[in-house]
């Protein structure tokens, strides 16, 4: 268990409303990710961050912002949701140097209506 | 551009019956390969890591190995509690790069 919680669990939202999502680690690591996965898709890689208010884009981040502004906390926000981003979306953590291990939150289930 | 591709995408197996899944990657100064477990409305739980060709690593009945192109996971006389759907994924910097999973049925 690498102290990792994510809040909310389950969420239902509708089309056009602003979504938060919450990652938050106890270990002190400086990398956080946040990843969607989706069915024939695997986990694509939405934003990272490297660092308090240090973040960076990943492969699908259209749509998508976060922030850092604790080492413990990166937030993902949905500015105004819409049902592409039906999803299951993942937070994690990456230990010790580049090639460290990730370790991965539960996950939150996103409903886009 | 990166990629990893793992096959099969299912694999159905009687209890006992031994086999590997596969995991191709493309990845630029590969740094590290790994392997996940991940269980039905769960997130993913680390298995292995491997860093260079010819490495292996074993847990129970699981087995990684690492060529320059690929790695496996071999499990052994499986059991119906290892029915999940398994990852790899890849790095080469501070982004990994995932394939979409073998999942994995054991029966008993």
């Known amino acids: 268990d690498a102290g990792i919680t994510q809040s909310p669990r389950h969420k239902v939202t509708e089309t056009g409303t602003p979504v938060t999502l919450r990652c938050h680690q106890t270990?002190?690591?400086?990398?956080m990710y946040w990843y969607r996965q989706d069915p024939g898709h695997g986990l694509r890689l939405i934003h990272y961050?490297?660092?308090?208010?240090?973040?960076d884009k990943g492969e699908v981040s259209d749509g998508y912002s976060v922030s850092r502004s604790k080492t413990e906390d990166f937030l993902l926000t949905l500015e105004s949701a819409t049902s592409s981003q039906t999803s299951v979306y993942f937070c994690?953590?990456?230990?010790?140097?580049?090639?460290?291990?990730?370790?991965f939150g539960p996950g939150t289930r996103l409903t886009v209506l | 551009e990166d990629q990893v591709t793992q096959s099969p995408e299912a694999l159905r197996l009687q209890e006992g019956e031994s086999s590997s899944l596969n995991c191709s990657y493309t990845?630029?100064?590969?740094?590290?390969l790994f392997w996940y477990r991940q269980d039905p409305g769960k997130g993913p739980e680390f298995l292995f890591t491997?860093?260079?060709a010819g490495e292996e690593k074993e847990k129970e009945r699981l087995k990684a190995t690492l060529t320059k192109k690929e790695s496996f996971l071999h499990i052994t006389a499986p059991k119906p509690e290892d029915s999940a759907t398994y990852l790899c994924?890849?790095?080469?910097?501070?982004?990994?790069?995932f394939g979409t999973g073998t999942r994995l049925k054991v029966l008993a």
């Open positions: 270990e002190n690591h400086r990398y």
């Open positions: 990845v630029s100064g590969l740094r590290g």
């Open positions: 961050s490297y660092g308090v208010k240090d973040t």
């Open positions: 994690a953590i990456r230990t010790g140097g580049g090639e460290g291990e990730q370790f």
């Open positions: 994924a890849g790095t080469g910097t501070y982004k990994y790069i």
């Open positions: 491997l860093y260079s």
